[in-house]
């Protein structure tokens, strides 16, 4: 068994000699108590931290001089490229080139606000599910109980840390702003990777992933409910979550609370797992499609701002398309622990709409509708994108003068910073915000 760095080896002599020696297994215990009493929450993510670091450390490559300053030129030229594509100005305060363990360092704070809502109503919904004679035995124990649970959540946390952290290529290569706001980031080793598994010139694949990288914080930076929505689509996710009291009682006799592993085969065996209810369904398929919107429009202007300029950039184009919507042991990781589904299904969809979009209306009146989220295509339209671009304006009995009135900031008065629409709540009547959970794929249009 590792480990995992906990500063005692059992296969060793201890510090005071004997290997029975207590004393020589002082930093184990010291390690474990800090390790209980975590750091408050239902995830202990000094664990998760730990695990993801320690898991990363034997292929760690230290960044050079000259992996900085490719990072930053590459990034520096796909903001100007990206200005002749899109409307809204660049959202780069800062450069940075990462290595994995960067990638877990900088992003962690980030999926702790994403994972600890779920994960705490996981953990509140087990202990109400206990059947009432079971709850009233375990009562001085629930605190370790709870304490276990964090532990369990962490590891599995920290593994699908790294497990991500061996796959991702940016700060927003999963379609959400992990990263510090307005840093702009790629992850060197994946990058080079990446390069290599697709025999493709390194400067080319680093130029076409600081295009999407720096697409996605133009994005993030200036639509600035767009952060929110994204995050309260995984809350009323967690919200609604059920647990299976059948399952807890037939299972409750295997659990020993003093042997973490039973816990954790538990919750491997599904005892744990979350009923999906219709609420909760919306609230993925709402995340989904904005994924998707989000991702459709990152591969139109970058398709757009490439252009002529990048000899293979429709392949390369294609070969990002293919990787988000494939997925990875990594991302169903974080699909079976949490239900975040990462995975933009309707990206093609997406793509096909924002592209339509700038072809029968402009780039401005495109990009102006990310002004509000009752602006923003619905699942719906997904069904039929290039309807919605042709069709846009007239379907609701709107003039020009209307639609330049809604996309444009100045004359609506109602910036990029617009409310959220609420959880079940519809932007528009004709239009309501739920998702048929459609995966057809349109034919491509990667070179648009």
């Known amino acids: 068994m590792s480990n995992f760095g906990f500063g005692f080896d059992p296969g060793s002599e201890g510090q005071g000699g004997d290997s029975d020696d207590l004393a020589g297994k002082i930093p184990l215990f010291a390690e474990l108590q800090k390790l209980l009493s975590g750091s408050g929450g239902p995830v202990n993510w000094d664990l998760a931290r730990q695990l993801a670091i320690s ?26 490229w990206l200005d002749g594509a899109t409307d809204l100005p660049s959202g780069l305060t800062s450069t940075q080139a990462w290595s994995q363990v960067d990638w877990v360092e900088k ?30 035995q375990a009562g001085p124990m629930a605190p370790m109980m709870a304490q276990l649970g964090g532990l369990m959540f962490g590891a599995q946390l920290g593994q699908g840390l790294a497990a991500l952290a061996g796959e991702v290529v940016s700060a927003t290569d999963i379609g959400l702003p992990l990263g510090p706001h307005g840093t702009g980031a790629l992850v060197v080793t994946n990058l080079d990777a990446m390069a290599a598994d697709l025999e493709r010139p390194i400067s080319d694949v680093r130029l076409f992933l600081a295009l999407r990288e720096a697409a996605h914080h133009r994005l993030f930076s200036h639509v600035s409910w767009l952060r929110q929505q994204l995050i309260e689509a995984v809350d009323a996710y ?5 647990i ?38 919306l609230a993925l398929r709402r995340l989904e499609t904005m994924l998707a919107l989000i991702e459709g429009w990152v591969d139109t ?21 293919r990787r988000r919507a494939s997925g990875g042991p990594a991302e169903q990781t974080f699909s ?8 933009p299904r309707r990206l093609r969809e997406a793509a096909v709409l924002w592209s339509a979009m700038g ?11 990310w002004n509000h989220p009752d602006l923003l295509p619905t699942a719906q339209d997904l069904d039929d994108p290039t309807g919605f671009a042709e069709s846009y304006g007239a379907a609701d009995g709107l003039g ?39 995966n057809s794929s349109p034919p491509d249009n990667s070179g648009s």
Do not use: K
């Open 55 to 80: 898991s990363l450390v034997s292929g760690h490559r230290r960044l050079t001089a000259s992996d900085t300053t490719a990072v930053a030129d590459a990034l520096r030229l796909a903001d100007v």
């Open 107 to 136: 992003t962690i704070a980030t999926w702790s606000a994403l994972c600890d809502p779920v994960a705490g109503r996981v953990v509140s919904a087990m202990s109400g599910a206990l059947p009432p004679e079971i709850a009233a």
């Open 238 to 242: 967690g919200r609604g979550i059920t």
């Open 244 to 281: 299976d009291p059948e399952a807890i009682s037939s299972a409750i006799n295997d659990i020993d609370p003093a042997n973490p592993e039973s816990l954790q085969n538990a919750l491997a065996g599904g005892v744990f797992e979350p009923r999906n209810t219709d609420a909760q369904n």
């Open 301 to 321: 202007v970058v398709s757009d701002a490439a252009g002529a300029r990048m000899q293979g950039a429709a392949a390369l184009s294609e070969a990002v398309r």
């Open 336 to 343: 079976t622990l949490v239900g975040l589904e990462l995975r």
């Open 359 to 369: 072809q029968s209306h402009g780039a401005s009146v495109r990009d102006g509708l």
């Open 400 to 438: 020009m003068d209307d639609l330049d009135r809604l996309t444009n900031p100045d004359q609506n008065n109602a910036p990029g910073g617009a409310p959220g629409v609420q959880q079940g709540e519809a932007p528009d009547s004709s239009r309501p915000a739920t998702d048929p959970g459609s």
